[in-house]
Structure formats: C-alpha cells, structure tokens
T-cell receptor, first 115, second 112 residues
Framework: AQTVTQSQPEMSVQEAETVTLSCTYDTSESDYYLFWYKQPPSRQMILVIRQEAYKQQNATENRFSVNFQKAAKSFSLKISDSQLGDAAMYFCAYRSGNQGGKLIFGQGTELSVKP | DAGVIQSPRHEVTEMGQEVTLRCKPISGHNSLFWYRQTMMRGLELLIYFNNNVPIDDSGMPEDRFSAKMPNASFSTLKIQPSEPRDSAVYFC??????????FGSGTRLTVV
C-alpha cells in the first residue's frame, strides 16, 4: 500500500523568506501523481501544485515550486517570498495512475509566517 | 461553477441520533470522494464512487456509516447511530480525470 509521510509537523518562516516543506512517499508504482494542498483556517482544501511522475521537470506555480526526486521518492514544496497569507496547514498527497483513483494524504505541516 | 457544495456546514447532534451529510459534486465530474479529518488521524478516505458506483469503501469505519450516490449530482453520507467519536470534519471532493480534485467546504460534525 502507498504511504505519504510529512516529517515536519510545524514549520515557521519569516515574511519574504523562503521555506521548504518535506514529503516522502512509498510506492511500487511507476505511474502516479503528487499534489500539495493548502488548508487555511477556513478549512477549505486548496490545490497548490501538482506533479506527474513521468515528468522530469519540476512543477512551478508562481511562488510555489517542487523538488521532485523520483528515485528518492521525495516531493518537497518550496515557497518563495513568503506572505502572511501563506500561513496554513499544508498536505502532501499521492494518487495512483489508475484513473479515478483516491488521494492518499500525509499528516500535514503547519506553516506559520512571522511578520 | 459553484464548486462542490456540502451541507450542512455545521451539525451538532446528540449521541444516538441519525446524521445525514450531503454533497453536490461539480457537474461533469464522474468521481466522488468522502474524507474525514480529525486531529488524531488526519485526512482519511471513507469511500469513493466512480460513475455513481462505490469502488472502495474500505475506509468506512463500521456498519453505522453508509454512503449513497443515487445520481451523478448528489451523494449522502449517513451515520446511524452517531457517537461522540464520530466528531470530525467531513469533506466531499469530486474529480473528472483524477488529475484535479475539488473539495467542498466540509461539514463540521459534533456529536455530544
């Protein structure tokens, strides 16, 4: 069975600085997708970024980028120029390549941003 | 598009009562997922449907939980009888290709 591990329960960053959130996963599949979701205090789950395993190029969305290391089964999220609005719980998630598959989530990392 | 719509947003009920949570997925999405979020266990998949058919219900805690999807635009999650340990936030999500998932705002259930 696939598992997702986020080893940092909490992280803190100074406003305008850069922070990296870690995620590792375990799978025997070669075809899969990886996601980062943000959950602010409003509890809404917001997709931040996604990565297809078959793509070697790391995904980027504005200030958010990932470092996808397939061999190491690592999928970290880098937030550049951190803003107060980035403060939230961040979840890493895995999805098998089978169409319609379920998302498997990590435990989450609580990110605080200091002004 | 209004997104995934869940109701109610909050529910407080007494132990032993029946609780029904509702979800309207995004039109055109053929997969629907029910998740439960607690501090202790994080985000757990309870059940998911493809084309209105339940595919994996291995996450449903016990027989007190049941889920239905009578048509492509509506799903329910029912707990009968409810217990205090069922208190959690319940999310519904839908997807069309499995590449993007849209979550509803969740229902915060409190069983006293």
């Amino acid at each position: 069975a696939q598992t997702v591990t986020q080893s940092q329960p909490e992280m803190s960053v100074q406003e305008a600085e850069t922070v990296t959130l870690s995620c590792t996963y375990d799978t025997s599949e070669s075809d899969y997708y990886l996601f980062w979701y943000k959950q602010p205090p409003s509890r809404q789950m917001i997709l931040v970024i996604r990565q297809e395993a078959y793509k070697q190029q790391n995904a980027t969305e504005n200030r958010f980028s990932v470092n996808f290391q397939k061999a190491a089964k690592s999928f970290s999220l880098k937030i550049s120029d951190s803003q107060l609005g980035d403060a939230a719980m961040y979840f890493c998630a895995y999805r098998s390549g089978n169409q319609g598959g379920k998302l498997i989530f990590g435990q989450g990392t609580e990110l605080s941003v200091k002004p | 598009d209004a997104g995934v719509i869940q109701s109610p947003r909050h529910e407080v009920t007494e132990m032993g009562q029946e609780v029904t949570l509702r979800c309207k997925p995004i039109s055109g999405h053929n997969s629907l997922f029910w998740y439960r979020q607690t501090m202790m266990r994080g985000l757990e998949l309870l059940i998911y449907f493809n084309n209105n058919v339940p595919i994996d219900d291995s996450g449903m805690p016990e027989d007190r939980f049941s889920a239905k999807m009578p048509n492509a635009s509506f799903s329910t999650l029912k707990i009968q009888p409810s217990e205090p340990r069922d208190s959690a936030v319940y999310f519904c999500a839908s997807s069309s290709t499995g590449y993007g998932y849209t979550f509803g705002s969740g229902t915060r259930l409190t069983v006293v």
